[in-house]
């Protein structure tokens, strides 16, 4: 398919979570299995040069991160004001910026990308890089449905190239949820029971004024696949992700992280659950067949509690609130014989004192972070480029863990229970849920 777009520049990004420190690697990054066109002009100091797409508070952000191991020498957003931000701020005024994403990825001497967009641009983004032979650093979730997920992994397998997605929790954080992966694994509490997520409740908010768009956006551009609709300050930047249209509220947001972990641990990683169940949910405005009834506030839900269950009768419990159960956002793994709670705050539970006197064993743990360093998470994309591996968040787990998200927002929007072919992966016996697999896409922006 084409990959014409209406509209000239690119999308802008979001002001939201911490950024980790990196550590310096030593060796040269780049020792290709096979020649591509960022091959031809090879920095002469074998550090990566990069384009940043996406220039808000976690695209400078991923910016810095990735600055300590290359050199940044484009950036790109649709919002000017944020692409002169980053070049000031963090790429020291040398970088050139571009409106059109596609401008940028034309340049044969760009050799990694950082993709740093609104949820509903990742996908399209990283298509086109990896095609135009660039390896991606995508922020999470990776993706705005299901079938993105699918045709993501065809592509990285077919380009080769790496793709590492932007949950920091596998290798940062003091390695607290290796470690407690590690610990599920290796029976430290038993046969695995149930694991609760929480992560916390989107806002509800609106109605909020339509007015035109600032000068300085291109919002039909930021608007990409979703619907044309009139501006609103609160659909764009920070608050695109509490917006059934751009993102999946926390579901996708914290979930892309907490249920990553919890499936991980689970052994479900290049799998997927059995079923999804709702025990509760709200939405800040009513919903018909599944979709808003209001354009002018919040729309993604606000609580909800639902039940993923996996082979071997394990359960995950994803709620936005478990003040009840006397912990916060975080992870609680329940087994026959214990259990311990885990956030990027601490990991605690008997289980984890036990570590004092039986430690994990070092080669346990080797073995989850894929025989690599994990000093950051960018040091480990930037080390997987020059040996050509595949990093710890790869695109082949992400995509099975968020899959596990958008099953439960399919769940919470058509108000029913679903069972899911993990094999197949296909939604059993309902085939108008099967059809939210995917969504409508605005003419010049399709996802292919």
């Given amino acids: 398919m084409s990959d014409q777009l209406p509209g000239v520049n690119s999308p802008s990004r979001r002001d939201f979570l911490k950024v980790a420190g990196a550590a310096s690697l030593s060796a040269a990054w780049w020792i290709p299995t096979a020649r591509t066109m960022a091959d031809e002009t090879k920095s002469p100091n074998d550090r990566p040069r990069v384009g940043c797409i996406g220039n808000g508070g976690m695209g400078r952000g991923d910016a810095s991160n990735i600055k300590r191991y290359g050199d940044i020498i484009a ?99 003091g390695l607290k949820f290796l470690n407690a992966v590690a610990m599920v694994h290796l029976g430290r509490i038993g046969k695995l029971k149930k694991a609760i997520v929480a992560i916390g409740g989107g806002p509800a908010g609106g109605p909020f004024e339509k007015k035109p768009a600032p000068e300085q956006l291109d919002w039909n551009m930021w608007l990409g696949q979703a619907p044309l609709v009139d501006y609103i300050v609160q659909r764009c930047h920070n608050d695109f992700r509490w917006w059934y249209e751009y993102s999946g509220g926390k579901m996708t947001d914290w979930g892309a992280h907490h249920v990553d972990i919890a499936q991980w641990a689970i052994g479900a990683d290049q799998s997927g659950p059995e079923s999804m169940e709702i025990v509760s949910v709200e939405h800040p405005v009513p919903l018909k067949n599944g979709m808003p009834t209001a354009d002018d506030r919040f729309n993604a839900a606000t609580k909800f509690h639902l039940v993923a269950r996996f082979a071997g009768g394990v359960e995950m419990h994803i709620r936005d609130d478990a003040a009840e159960l006397g912990f916060d956002n975080g992870v609680l793994f329940e087994g026959e014989s214990g259990r311990f709670f885990v956030n990027r705050g601490k990991i605690t539970g ?16 080797v073995k989850l972070r894929k025989g690599k360093r994990l000093d950051s998470h960018m040091g480990n994309f930037i080390e997987c480029c020059r040996d050509r591996s595949t990093p710890v968040s790869d695109v082949w787990s992400h995509h099975r863990a968020l899959t596990t998200c958008h099953l439960a927002n399919i769940a919470i929007r058509l108000g029913r229970n679903l069972k899911w072919d993990a094999a197949k992966e296909q939604i059993v016996g309902d085939d108008a849920a099967n059809l939210w697999q995917g969504r409508e896409q605005r003419k010049g922006f399709e996802v292919a």
């Fill in 75 to 173: 950036n790109c957003d649709v919002d000017r004001n944020h692409a002169e931000k980053l070049k000031t701020e963090i790429a020291d005024g040398k970088s050139e910026i571009y409106g059109d994403y596609r401008k940028l990825l034309d340049r044969k001497d760009v050799d990694v990308v950082t993709i740093s967009t609104p949820d509903h641009w990742h996908t399209r983004i990283a298509l086109a890089a990896l095609r135009a032979g660039k390896d991606v650093y995508c922020q999470k979730p990776l993706t705005l449905t299901i079938d993105e997920g699918k045709l993501l992994c065809k592509v990285v397998k077919e380009t080769g190239r790496v793709l590492q997605v932007g949950t920091q929790q596998r290798s940062e954080d």
């Fill in 350 to 365: 008997a289980p984890v004192e036990a570590l004092k006197e039986n430690p994990i064993p070092e080669a346990d743990l």
